[in-house]
């Protein structure tokens, strides 16, 4: 039943509201079944309850995010174990073994931590952690994540794409590239210092890149703050990329005119390029880039992946590429 209101608003009683919330549902899940995603969705919640039964020694504070809207944001795959995601990793500042940061990573000092957004932007700004997760909604977005070394996993982050914070401190016209730098400190990492890269961090994406959707700046991940191996309190996560191009314990990200110099190809120019897309059909100097193994699935008779154009996310990235070569542009 409808009540017409005496400005002429018709207002719908509270059971027809519940049944247009009911009919929205399924209109959604309609448009996500045209668009194939009703399976990755499905799969998404069984994978949730298979999580709930992981046991967790050291559960972190919670970060919970609403469902991504973003498209690309949910796969078919199956959710890596936390167990398998928070205890192999790369994170050079605590050792080069995989191994390495979950075992020395708990000597990061997270609080307090700031952000430096500088630059050519009209707004340059110091932000608080605090102060940076409230800038907007938490998004939870499960990516995969392909590391160039030949491995995988799928993730459900938590944090919201970097455009936000882009938008906010407006760039100028001249802005070209984003620079993410991460935190170097000899008293808390203790391979800063070593000589297998140029410290700090660095890495940079072009800024329509960096204004993609999918870039998500990420505090969390499984519904909790980052563990500190994986790149606590707030890190990049660019999934159609190679895994370095995911900055991790940024302290501050700057925007330029020139392409900047990044850690991984000052450190070997002829197998890490600028854009480090992923792409099975340009391997690295030193081995294919064809398949994959996911971590977790590396049983005796797990079979390697193939290795998909942009991670899987060609959809959503390819025309940000139209017209280069990716051969030359590795
Ligand atoms: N600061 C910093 N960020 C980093 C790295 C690093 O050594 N230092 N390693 C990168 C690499 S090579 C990969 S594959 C991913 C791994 O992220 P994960 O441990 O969350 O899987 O982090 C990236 N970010
Ligand atoms: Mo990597």
């Given at each position: 039943m409808l009540i017409k209101r005496d400005d002429g608003f018709i207002h719908p009683n509270s059971s027809e509201i519940t049944s247009q919330a009911v009919y929205r549902d399924r209109r959604r899940l309609i448009q996500l079944m045209a668009g194939g995603a009703a399976g990755a969705a499905l799969a998404t919640w069984a994978s949730r309850d298979a999580l709930a039964q992981v046991t967790r020694p050291n559960k972190l504070a919670a970060l919970a995010g609403a469902k991504?809207?973003?498209?690309?944001?949910?796969?078919?795959d199956k959710v890596t174990d936390y167990k398998d995601a928070s205890s192999y990793n790369n994170f050079y500042e605590f050792g080069t073994d995989k191994a390495d940061p979950a075992k020395n990573?708990?000597?990061?000092?997270?609080?307090p931590w700031v952000v430096e957004v500088d630059g050519l932007v009209k707004k340059p700004a110091k932000y608080q952690l605090e102060d940076l997760i409230k800038l907007s909604a938490q998004e939870e977005r499960i990516y995969r994540l392909r590391c160039v070394e030949g491995w995988s996993m799928v993730i459900p982050w938590v944090g919201y794409s970097l455009s936000h914070l882009i938008q906010k401190v407006e760039p100028l016209g001249n802005a070209k590239y984003v620079e993410f730098i991460s935190q170097a400190d000899p008293k808390t990492m203790p391979?800063?210092?070593?000589?297998?890269?140029?410290?700090?961090y660095v890495e940079a994406l072009r800024m329509d890149e960096a204004m993609n959707p999918l870039t998500l700046l990420t505090f969390g991940m499984y519904g909790e703050v980052l563990p500190n191996q994986n790149g606590a309190p707030v890190r990049l996560v660019v999934p159609w990329k190679y895994g370095f191009k995911s900055g991790k314990s940024l302290v501050r990200i700057r925007f330029t005119d020139r392409e900047p110099k990044t850690a991984w190809n000052k450190a070997a120019a002829n197998e890490y390029g600028?854009?480090?897309?992923?792409?099975?059909?340009?391997?690295?100097p030193r081995w294919s880039q064809a398949t994959e193994r996911r971590i977790g699935e590396d049983g005796l008779f797990a079979k390697k992946r193939k290795t998909l154009m942009f991670n899987g996310y060609e959809a959503q990235v390819g025309q940000l590429y139209a017209g280069m070569d990716l051969k030359k542009n590795f």
């Open positions: 991504s809207a973003v498209p690309g944001a949910v796969t078919m990573a708990h000597t990061l000092k997270t609080t391979f800063v210092g070593s000589r297998v890269l140029d410290w700090p600028f854009y480090s897309n992923v792409n099975p059909d340009v391997d690295h």
